[in-house]
Protein backbone atom coordinates (compact mmCIF):
# COMPACT_ATOMS: atom_id res chain seq x y z
CA UNK A 1 0.00 0.00 0.00
CA UNK A 2 1.50 3.82 -1.30
CA UNK A 3 0.71 5.66 2.20
CA UNK A 4 2.39 8.99 1.46
CA UNK A 5 0.74 9.64 -1.70
CA UNK A 6 -1.48 12.86 -1.78
CA UNK A 7 -0.05 14.06 1.05
CA UNK A 8 1.43 17.15 -0.82
CA UNK A 9 -1.89 19.44 -1.23
CA UNK A 10 -1.59 21.10 1.93
CA UNK A 11 2.23 22.32 0.33
CA UNK A 12 0.54 21.95 -3.49
CA UNK A 13 -1.96 24.89 -1.50
CA UNK A 14 0.34 27.16 -0.23
CA UNK A 15 2.20 27.37 -3.52
CA UNK A 16 -0.77 28.25 -5.62
CA UNK A 17 -1.64 31.50 -3.75
CA UNK A 18 1.63 32.62 -5.25
CA UNK A 19 1.57 31.39 -8.36
CA UNK A 20 -0.46 32.69 -11.27
CA UNK A 21 -0.68 30.23 -13.64
CA UNK A 22 -3.14 32.22 -16.55
CA UNK A 23 -0.68 35.34 -15.98
CA UNK A 24 2.61 33.46 -16.78
CA UNK A 25 1.04 31.70 -19.84
CA UNK A 26 -0.58 34.95 -21.16
CA UNK A 27 2.56 37.02 -20.71
CA UNK A 28 4.44 34.60 -22.67
CA UNK A 29 2.01 33.89 -25.13
CA UNK A 30 0.17 37.00 -26.64
CA UNK A 31 -1.89 35.57 -29.86
CA UNK A 32 -5.08 34.65 -28.93
CA UNK A 33 -5.51 31.48 -31.05
CA UNK A 34 -2.10 29.72 -30.16
CA UNK A 35 -1.17 26.36 -31.01
CA UNK A 36 -0.91 24.36 -27.59
CA UNK A 37 0.91 20.85 -26.70
CA UNK A 38 -0.85 18.95 -24.05
CA UNK A 39 1.50 15.80 -23.29
CA UNK A 40 0.11 13.83 -20.50
CA UNK A 41 -3.36 15.17 -21.73
CA UNK A 42 -5.45 12.92 -18.86
CA UNK A 43 -8.56 13.52 -19.10
CA UNK A 44 -8.90 16.98 -20.11
CA UNK A 45 -8.15 19.44 -17.45
CA UNK A 46 -5.58 20.98 -19.44
CA UNK A 47 -7.94 21.59 -22.14
CA UNK A 48 -10.44 23.08 -20.29
CA UNK A 49 -7.61 25.25 -18.74
CA UNK A 50 -6.72 26.53 -22.14
CA UNK A 51 -9.70 27.38 -23.49
CA UNK A 52 -10.40 29.79 -20.41
CA UNK A 53 -7.39 31.79 -21.19
CA UNK A 54 -7.35 31.85 -24.88
CA UNK A 55 -9.83 32.70 -27.34
CA UNK A 56 -9.34 29.99 -29.70
CA UNK A 57 -6.57 27.76 -29.02
CA UNK A 58 -5.91 24.72 -31.39
CA UNK A 59 -4.80 21.91 -28.64
CA UNK A 60 -3.17 18.65 -29.77
CA UNK A 61 -3.63 16.29 -26.89
CA UNK A 62 -1.42 13.56 -25.97
CA UNK A 63 -2.71 10.75 -23.55
CA UNK A 64 -1.22 6.84 -23.89
CA UNK A 65 -3.63 5.35 -21.04
CA UNK A 66 -6.65 4.29 -23.31
CA UNK A 67 -9.02 4.64 -20.46
CA UNK A 68 -8.13 8.37 -19.84
CA UNK A 69 -7.75 8.86 -23.52
CA UNK A 70 -11.77 8.00 -24.49
CA UNK A 71 -12.35 10.29 -21.61
CA UNK A 72 -10.98 12.92 -23.06
CA UNK A 73 -11.47 11.86 -26.88
CA UNK A 74 -15.77 11.42 -26.08
CA UNK A 75 -15.77 15.42 -24.11
CA UNK A 76 -15.42 16.76 -27.83
CA UNK A 77 -13.74 19.65 -27.42
CA UNK A 78 -13.74 22.09 -30.20
CA UNK A 79 -10.26 22.36 -31.79
CA UNK A 80 -8.64 19.61 -29.75
CA UNK A 81 -7.20 17.04 -31.56
CA UNK A 82 -6.33 13.57 -29.53
CA UNK A 83 -3.83 11.24 -29.74
CA UNK A 84 -3.87 7.73 -27.98
CA UNK A 85 0.28 7.90 -27.43
CA UNK A 86 2.61 9.20 -25.47
CA UNK A 87 5.54 11.33 -26.22
CA UNK A 88 9.09 10.71 -25.51
CA UNK A 89 12.78 11.10 -26.45
CA UNK A 90 12.88 8.36 -28.98
CA UNK A 91 10.63 6.32 -31.17
CA UNK A 92 9.64 2.70 -30.65
CA UNK A 93 7.70 0.88 -27.82
CA UNK A 94 8.35 0.88 -24.48
CA UNK A 95 6.05 -0.31 -21.45
CA UNK A 96 3.02 1.97 -19.86
CA UNK A 97 3.02 2.10 -16.00
CA UNK A 98 -0.55 2.25 -15.10
CA UNK A 99 -1.18 3.48 -11.32
CA UNK A 100 -4.08 3.15 -8.91
CA UNK A 101 -3.71 6.92 -8.98
CA UNK A 102 -4.49 6.63 -12.62
CA UNK A 103 -2.34 10.86 -13.09
CA UNK A 104 0.67 9.13 -11.68
CA UNK A 105 0.65 6.90 -14.71
CA UNK A 106 3.68 7.15 -16.32
CA UNK A 107 6.74 5.51 -18.80
CA UNK A 108 8.85 5.66 -15.79
CA UNK A 109 8.01 3.13 -12.98
CA UNK A 110 6.65 4.55 -9.64
CA UNK A 111 9.77 4.57 -6.79
CA UNK A 112 6.85 2.81 -3.79
CA UNK A 113 9.48 3.44 -1.23
CA UNK A 114 9.93 7.44 -2.41
CA UNK A 115 8.19 10.02 0.91
CA UNK A 116 5.89 12.27 -0.68
CA UNK A 117 5.83 14.45 3.08
CA UNK A 118 8.66 16.64 4.40
CA UNK A 119 9.28 15.89 8.72
CA UNK A 120 9.46 19.26 10.25
CA UNK A 121 11.63 19.76 13.65
CA UNK A 122 9.18 21.40 16.13
CA UNK A 123 12.61 22.25 17.85
CA UNK A 124 12.84 24.99 15.18
CA UNK A 125 10.18 27.42 15.23
CA UNK A 126 12.00 29.91 12.57
CA UNK A 127 12.28 26.90 10.30
CA UNK A 128 8.01 25.70 10.96
CA UNK A 129 7.47 29.78 10.34
CA UNK A 130 9.22 29.46 6.81
CA UNK A 131 7.28 26.66 6.13
CA UNK A 132 3.72 27.95 6.78
Known sequence: MIENVGKAYSRNKQFFKKFDKTRIIKENIKKENPVCFDVGA???QSVQFLKKVFDN???YSFEPSLNNFEILKNKEYKDNICFNMAISNFTGETIFY???ISHTSSLFKVNIDSKDSV???KGNASNNEKLK
Open 57 to 59: PLI
Open 119 to 121: VIN
Open 42 to 44: YQG
Open 98 to 100: ENK
